[in-house]
């Protein structure tokens, strides 16, 4: 098999091509899904039931990283169970923003502060189910159970759950950190739950959502991948009805009600997360800063500079929708 350049020498040995035979003209070009009727109405009617529910945050740990306080707390999510997050102080003083940080579908071991300025503090949540905090909490932890868990029910998938906790994410982080506003960086699963979860929460003034998944469910559906969306693909061949179920959830559908800055960083080649789906993504934000990388969960030559670049500008991004809120 013949790959286009440079992946035929950056990935010679890949079962399939990345690009799946789209350019970046192509890829500009995928139109995200049409939301179906009650999509909107539904995502405000889980907003208004999480509204009532108290996030009630307790810190089971404290400790030090990189010259900032740092917690382990415990709290609710929208149905009630408790899980835990990370939180972050600034490195002095008080904070000017809040950074509340997902994470792809291996879940979290570990902080990340690239993406957290100084003046901000940060929740790093940890999605229902996903290691290390949260491991088998509300949802089976194995990504082909995990994605599949609930699907028959909107009220009850995992991955509208998933975004819904992310409301009581920012919560937690005001009642610890003050009225801040709050900027959402999400990567893959984090990027796709993020689409979501964002439109319906004011609170928010901007966001980066990297290589985003559960986006242009049609694309998805119709290419084989490494991800979480192959389960997917699969369950939906097995049961043609399931397509419908996933309307409600596909961030390509959701993300175009979001009235705030976005950047996208979206990938050319990803055997994980089809670039289709990605671009679907960005195409649908109404205020969009796209960075288009070369490929997405994989490394590559240059791959330190890329992420580099990509770490300088989304911090960058953060920094403009700040000054925009203010």
């Known amino acids: 098999m013949t790959f286009p350049a440079p992946y035929d020498t950056w ?32 995502w405000r009617r889980w907003r208004a039931e999480a509204n009532g529910v108290a996030a009630a945050p307790r810190t089971l740990s404290t400790g030090t990283h990189e010259g900032r306080a740092v917690s382990v707390v415990e709290h609710a999510g929208v149905d009630g169970i408790r899980l835990r997050s990370w939180v972050v102080g600034p490195t002095s003083g008080v904070a000017r923003v809040g950074v509340v940080h997902s994470h792809g579908y291996g879940g979290r071991d570990a902080i990340d502060l690239a993406r957290v300025p100084d003046d901000a503090a940060a929740i790093f949540p940890v999605a229902r189910g996903l290691p290390t905090l949260n491991a088998g909490v509300g949802a089976p932890e194995p990504v082909e159970q995990h994605v599949l868990a609930g699907i028959d029910d909107p009220d009850r998938y995992v991955l509208g759950l998933c975004a819904r906790d992310l409301w009581l994410a920012g919560d937690v982080l005001q009642e610890i950190a003050g009225d801040l506003p709050l900027y959402y960086v999400g990567e893959s699963f984090g990027g796709g739950i993020g689409a979501l979860a964002l439109p319906w929460d004011d609170r928010h003034i901007g966001a ?42 596909d961030a390509s559908s959701t993300i175009g009600f979001a009235d705030i800055p976005v950047r996208v960083e979206a990938a050319l080649w990803d055997q994980y997360v089809p670039p289709p789906g ?8 109404s205020d969009l800063e796209l960075a288009v990388l070369p490929a997405g969960h994989a490394e590559h030559p240059g791959w330190d500079a890329v992420t580099a670049d990509a770490v300088r500008d989304g911090n960058a991004h953060l920094g403009r929708a700040l000054r925009a809120a203010s």
């Open 208 to 249: 980066t959502l990297i290589v985003p998944s559960f986006g242009q469910y049609d694309e998805r559906l119709a290419v084989p991948c490494l991800g979480s969306g192959e389960v997917v693909r699969a369950h939906v061949a097995a049961h043609p009805e399931a397509r419908d179920a996933l309307r409600l959830f």
């Open 278 to 285: 990605q671009f679907g993504v960005a195409n649908a934000a």
């Open 11 to 42: 990935f010679p040995d890949a079962a399939f091509d990345g690009t799946y035979g789209l350019d970046e003209r192509m890829l500009r070009q995928i139109a995200p899904v049409t939301p179906p009727p009650d999509l909107a109405k539904t």
